[in-house]
Each structure stands twice: as structure tokens, then as C-alpha cells.
């Protein structure tokens, strides 16, 4: 079985996109070998389907990024797999006034990102929706 290789690439000839001090993303990632894990996207509710941090864009990127690393164990990945993330948010500006709260769930990894600002989600106290793709190993 070939060993998974993934390679994060910073072009010279891109812009490098920093926001309160923190790189935000990967331009590009290579990942040879692997299985891919799609996410589909998730918003801020529990177990129980409870809104959580209705108004509040930080609670509710912590909630995603929670609901995001249980999914990814689900498949046996972490956050270190991420490839790739869309996220789609109601108030662009709010969002990234929350970077470190980001960074603490897609930091590490730094995948490829677009994030887009959208008029709504698909419940009205939905502030953002994450979809994610990952690679890990393949397991025999």
C-alpha cells in the first residue's frame, strides 16, 4: 500500500492572504495516494438539533468546527486531513472579525479555501455553512 503524500504549495507568483496574523489558507494541495473523505456542509446545531449560537458567529463557527471534527472521526480523519473547505456566511465582515476562532479548527491543516457570502442559510439563524474534503490513508 503507497504512503500518503500531501504537499501544501505556496506559490511566490499568488498572494498570500493574512488576516490578524494568521495565513488563511493553502493555494494550492497536492495529496498522492489516500482515500477521500467528502463532508457534506454543516451548520451550528447539536446532536439534538438544537440551533446553537443563534446571532452569535463566533459560538457558531465553534459549533462547526466541532460538528466537523465528528464527522471526520466518523471516517477515521481529523482536522490535520482537511484538503479542502467552502464555507458560506450570511455576514462576510462578521466572519472574518473571527479568524482566530477559525484557525483554531483549519489552522494546522491549511487547506485550499473559499469562503462566500450568501443572503441566507437554510434556516434563518444560520450565520455559516462549512462543506470539507479530506484525504487519509487507505486502510486494507
Known amino acids: 500500500m503507497a ?5 501544501n ?4 507568483t499568488l498572494y498570500r492572504r493574512v488576516v490578524s496574523g494568521h495565513l488563511l489558507y493553502s493555494p494550492v494541495v497536492t ?5 477521500t473523505v467528502f463532508v457534506s456542509g454543516l451548520v451550528s446545531r447539536d446532536r439534538e438539533g438544537k440551533v446553537i449560537g443563534k446571532g452569535d458567529m463566533a459560538a457558531q463557527i465553534r459549533q462547526v468546527g466541532e460538528n466537523l471534527k465528528l464527522s471526520l472521526a466518523a471516517a477515521g480523519a481529523t482536522l490535520k486531513d482537511l484538503v479542502r473547505t467552502c464555507t458560506y456566511v450570511t455576514d462576510i465582515d462578521e466572519f472574518f ?3 482566530d476562532m477559525r484557525q483554531k479548527y483549519f489552522g494546522e491543516a491549511l487547506p485550499t479555501s473559499s469562503t462566500i457570502g450568501v443572503s441566507r442559510l437554510s434556516h434563518p439563524d444560520f450565520m455559516v455553512e462549512v462543506e ?4 487519509i490513508e ?3
Open 9 to 12: 504549495l505556496f506559490p511566490d
Open 138 to 140: 487507505e486502510r486494507p
Open 97 to 99: 472579525k473571527h479568524v
Open 3 to 7: 504512503k500518503l503524500e500531501r504537499k
Open 31 to 35: 495529496v498522492k495516494g489516500g482515500t
Open 132 to 135: 470539507a474534503f479530506a484525504v
